[in-house]
């Protein structure tokens, strides 16, 4: 499988993490040889009560006191995409954004499947639904669209969009062939097309959930996580907007007045930050309910165990965002208007 249409594991099996940080003090064979790759004294926490080989999301704790590490482990295949990301992340880093760099020396080999990557730990928590926190993520989403706009490997970036955009589009034509396509379940992928809008096309985060953005617990400002998925996402800005609408205002707040309030302080934000025109060509339960069929698309068409939650919960996000779809209208409008 490659990178294309790989599928790893999700961080949490729902929308939202249970916890955050980890609470499990793990001791396993695998967290030694963890602890080996490390090559430190220390203590690794995890969401799991144990670790079993595998790719995986730690803290690590040193034992001198100094700074905690975040660990993941990932399969040796995806390391060049994960050090694209961290090329990207570097960048960010030049233009002063809150994000945090792979650590020196890594990554490194666990054993011949897997590598182990380190990044230095924010100490944050998840946002939460109020105005001021989804103003912060406007504003640093804004920061970030202006520095992915001006990175100077973008062309890189646009043909590996267009690759994995027609992969897509022939994984779709295989799930539909693959399923019941009576079972109401599946409507987002009889949509007609999957393309996103490429107006004003740019480098993208690309998948803006709730775990990749963390709030400092000084600072109270929001961070940037998880920047693997611009390696390949080369979309109008308003595709990465949708997606923070709906994972950090549909998903949390039901009311749809309250919705609008938060929505409107995101896009205020956003609009306070963000250079240049922006285009709002498509609209936000389009964009939504295409990202779901592109996600469906390729969990359906994994070599691995179809991850059932996960089909569920990409389904349950198509079917809220046609639901909620005058609100989205309304703050599209919204982010249209002078």
């Known amino acids: 499988m490659s990178d294309l249409d790989s599928v790893r594991p999700p961080a949490w099996a729902s929308l939202m993490p249970h916890h955050y940080p980890p609470v499990h003090n793990i001791s396993s064979s695998w967290s030694r040889r963890l602890l080996l790759a490390i090559g430190r004294e220390g203590k690794l926490l995890s969401h799991k009560p144990d670790a079993t080989k595998g790719e995986g999301y730690f803290h690590f704790i040193p034992q001198n006191g100094s700074r905690r590490v975040f660990i993941k482990t990932l399969r040796s295949k995806h390391l060049k995409s994960q050090l694209e990301a961290n090329r990207i992340i570097e960048q960010l880093a030049d233009e002063a954004l809150p994000v945090s760099p792979l650590l020196d020396g890594y990554p ?5 499947e897997y590598s182990l990557f380190a990044y230095n730990l924010i100490d944050g928590r998840f946002a939460h639904a109020n105005q001021d926190d989804l ?11 202006n520095a992915l706009s001006a990175l100077p490997w973008a062309a890189q970036i646009r043909e590996q969009s267009t690759q994995r955009n027609e992969h897509l589009a022939k994984l779709r034509i295989r799930a539909l062939n693959l399923i019941n396509t009576e079972n109401p379940a599946y409507k987002p992928l009889s949509l007609t097309s999957i393309t996103l809008s490429d107006d004003n096309a740019q480098a993208l985060h690309g998948d803006l959930n709730i ?3 963390l709030f400092g617990k000084s600072s109270g400002q929001p961070a940037l996580l998880d920047l693997e998925d611009a390696n390949h996402n080369w979309h109008n800005p ?3 907007l949708a997606m923070a609408i709906e994972r950090f205002v549909l998903v949390l707040e039901p009311d749809d007045k309250k919705a609008f309030i938060l929505g409107k302080a995101l896009i205020d934000g956003y609009k306070a930050t963000h250079h240049g025109p922006i285009c709002w060509s498509q609209t936000a339960s389009d964009i939504l309910c295409i990202l779901s069929a592109r996600s469906l698309s390729l969990l359906l068409n ?4 179809i991850n059932q939650d996960e089909v569920t919960k990409f389904v349950q996000l198509s079917q809220q965002a046609r639901s909620r779809e005058a609100l989205l209208r309304r703050l599209w409008d919204f982010g249209a208007s002078e």
């Open 238 to 240: 308003i595709v990465d």
């Open 135 to 145: 103003a912060a993520l406007g504003r640093l989403l804004g920061r970030t669209h």
């Open 211 to 213: 775990g990749n953005i």
């Open 108 to 112: 490194r080999r666990i054993d011949n």
């Open 302 to 305: 994994s070599s691995q165990a």
